[in-house]
C-alpha cells in the first residue's frame, strides 16, 4: 500500500523524483537490479580498462589520478547499477587524503548527504584499485538512497534520521547514514554481480560495516539476514566484542563515524577495518 505523498517507484523508473519514495522500495529495486549481466552492457573499452583498475595492485600515486578513476567507476556503475540515474544525483565528486585536515583518516570515503558529495581517500592504508572500486560504489549507494527515500515523520524518519535520533529502536540502524539491512540488502547484491561478473571478492571489510552498525545500535540480525548478506552468523556478543578492539563504543557515545548536527551536516563515514 502506497500511503500519501510517496510515489509508486516501479511506474516512475527509471525517472526517479527527489525524496519520493520509501526506502524499502528503493533498495529493493536496487537489489533486483544489480545481475552480473551489467557486464554487457559495458562497452569493450570500459570493461577492459576495470579489469586493469581492479587489479591494480596498490595505492595510486596521485588524487588526480585517483580522481579520474572514481569518475569513470561512477559512470560505469550508474549505468550499470543505478538506473542512469545515479551519477548525476551527485553534485561533487572527490578525493581526500589524510594530510588534508579535518577528512577522516580512519575512513576509506564517505558520503555527505548535506551536500551531496562522494569522497574516496588517496592513502586508504589498505587502498588497491579493487578497494578503490568498491568504496566508489559503496558510497554511491548511500548518495541513491539518501537522494530518493522519503524521511517523512509519519512514515520514514525512523529508517532514514541519523542514528543519534533513533538508537536502540530495535530495527537495526538506518540505511542512508548506516549500515542496517536497508543498505545491506543492495549492498551485497551489488558485490555479488560484480565478484561474479569480474570473478573478484569486491569488499572483504563490508562485514566489519555491519558489525558496526550491530555494536552501534546494539542490534542483531536475524540468521536469516545473514544468509542473504552472505556472512557467516555473527552474535550482537561477538561484535560488541569486536567494537571493543576497535575502541567503541561507550552507551552515551553516538557513534564516532557519524559527524555534524541533527538537521544536517551530517556526512557517513564509511570504515573499511
Ligand atoms: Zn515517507
Ligand atoms: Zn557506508
Redesign the pocket.
Given at each position: 500500500m502506497v500511503?500519501p505523498?510517496?510515489r509508486n517507484l516501479k511506474s516512475d523508473l527509471p525517472h526517479l523524483r527527489k525524496k519520493a519514495y520509501?526506502i524499502r522500495d528503493v533498495q529493493e529495486a536496487i537489489a533486483a537490479n544489480a545481475k552480473p549481466d551489467f557486464i554487457s552492457r559495458l562497452s569493450s573499452d570500459d570493461r577492459n580498462w576495470a579489469l586493469t583498475m581492479i587489479q591494480h595492485p596498490g595505492q595510486l600515486g596521485s588524487k588526480r589520478e585517483l580522481l579520474s578513476i572514481v569518475n569513470r567507476w561512477a559512470r560505469i556503475f550508474d549505468k550499470a547499477f543505478y538506473f542512469g540515474q545515479g551519477r548525476k544525483r551527485i553534485s561533487k565528486i572527490s578525493v581526500y587524503a589524510s594530510n588534508d585536515g579535518e577528512l577522516s583518516e580512519e575512513a576509506a570515503g564517505f558520503y555527505n548527504p548535506d551536500e551531496n558529495a562522494l569522497y574516496v581517500r588517496l592513502d586508504d592504508p589498505k587502498a588497491t584499485g579493487l578497494r578503490y572500486m568498491s568504496t566508489t560504489v559503496h558510497e554511491m549507494l548511500h548518495a541513491f538512497l539518501s537522494y530518493h527515500s522519503?524521511?517523512?515523520a509519519?512514515?520514514?524518519k525512523k529508517r532514514v534520521m541519523p542514528r543519534s535520533k533513533q538508537r536502540r529502536n530495535g530495527i537495526g540502524g538506518n540505511a542512508i547514514e548506516g549500515h542496517g539491512p536497508m543498505f545491506m540488502n543492495p549492498m551485497t547484491a551489488i558485490f555479488r554481480a560484480i565478484g561474479e561478473a569480474f570473478g573478484v571478492v569486491p569488499d572483504p571489510g563490508l562485514i566489519y560495516s555491519l558489525m558496526e552498525e550491530m555494536w552501534t545500535e546494539k542490534w542483531q540480525p536475524r540468521p536469516d539476514q545473514f544468509e542473504r548478506w552472505g556472512f557467516p552468523y555473527v552474535s550482537l556478543d561477538e561484535a560488541l566484542q569486536v567494537g571493543a578492539q576497535y575502541g567503541a563504543i561507550t552507551d552515551d557515545d553516538d557513534g564516532d563515524e557519524i559527524v555534524g548536527d541533527d538537521e544536517g551536516g551530517v556526512r557517513v563515514v564509511c570504515n573499511i577495518m
Amino acid at each position: 500500500m502506497v500511503a500519501p505523498n510517496h510515489r509508486n517507484l516501479k511506474s516512475d523508473l527509471p525517472h526517479l523524483r527527489k525524496k519520493a519514495y520509501y526506502i524499502r522500495d528503493v533498495q529493493e529495486a536496487i537489489a533486483a537490479n544489480a545481475k552480473p549481466d551489467f557486464i554487457s552492457r559495458l562497452s569493450s573499452d570500459d570493461r577492459n580498462w576495470a579489469l586493469t583498475m581492479i587489479q591494480h595492485p596498490g595505492q595510486l600515486g596521485s588524487k588526480r589520478e585517483l580522481l579520474s578513476i572514481v569518475n569513470r567507476w561512477a559512470r560505469i556503475f550508474d549505468k550499470a547499477f543505478y538506473f542512469g540515474q545515479g551519477r548525476k544525483r551527485i553534485s561533487k565528486i572527490s578525493v581526500y587524503a589524510s594530510n588534508d585536515g579535518e577528512l577522516s583518516e580512519e575512513a576509506a570515503g564517505f558520503y555527505n548527504p548535506d551536500e551531496n558529495a562522494l569522497y574516496v581517500r588517496l592513502d586508504d592504508p589498505k587502498a588497491t584499485g579493487l578497494r578503490y572500486m568498491s568504496t566508489t560504489v559503496h558510497e554511491m549507494l548511500h548518495a541513491f538512497l539518501s537522494y530518493h527515500s522519503c524521511t517523512c515523520a509519519a512514515h520514514c524518519k525512523k529508517r532514514v534520521m541519523p542514528r543519534s535520533k533513533q538508537r536502540r529502536n530495535g530495527i537495526g540502524g538506518n540505511a542512508i547514514e548506516g549500515h542496517g539491512p536497508m543498505f545491506m540488502n543492495p549492498m551485497t547484491a551489488i558485490f555479488r554481480a560484480i565478484g561474479e561478473a569480474f570473478g573478484v571478492v569486491p569488499d572483504p571489510g563490508l562485514i566489519y560495516s555491519l558489525m558496526e552498525e550491530m555494536w552501534t545500535e546494539k542490534w542483531q540480525p536475524r540468521p536469516d539476514q545473514f544468509e542473504r548478506w552472505g556472512f557467516p552468523y555473527v552474535s550482537l556478543d561477538e561484535a560488541l566484542q569486536v567494537g571493543a578492539q576497535y575502541g567503541a563504543i561507550t552507551d552515551d557515545d553516538d557513534g564516532d563515524e557519524i559527524v555534524g548536527d541533527d538537521e544536517g551536516g551530517v556526512r557517513v563515514v564509511c570504515n573499511i577495518m
